[in-house]
């Protein structure tokens, strides 16, 4: 997805974030499409390339 969630690596070991990686499975592909970092305090995902996700239809 061209961006690195090692920057988020403390945040994990310290427990106050996870992330996590939401893909679709279609034709036998498999299509990433966001990833999510779950944080209490300031909870927020990047689609591809850090945009803005776009909707599912």
């Known amino acids: 997805m061209h961006h690195c ?3 988020y690596a403390a ?3 310290g427990d ?3 992330i996590w990686v939401l893909r ?3 034709l036998g ?3 990433r499409l966001l990833t999510i970092e779950l ?3 300031a909870p927020g ?3 591809a390339r850090f945009r803005q ?3 599912l239809v």
Request: aromatic fraction near 0%; proline fraction near 12%.
């Open 29 to 31: 592909k498999i299509e």
């Open 39 to 41: 944080d209490p305090q």
């Open 53 to 55: 996700p776009s909707p």
């Open 24 to 26: 679709r499975t279609a």
């Open 16 to 18: 106050n974030a996870s």
């Open 5 to 7: 969630v090692s920057t």
């Open 45 to 47: 995902g990047a689609g």
């Open 11 to 13: 945040k994990c070991i």
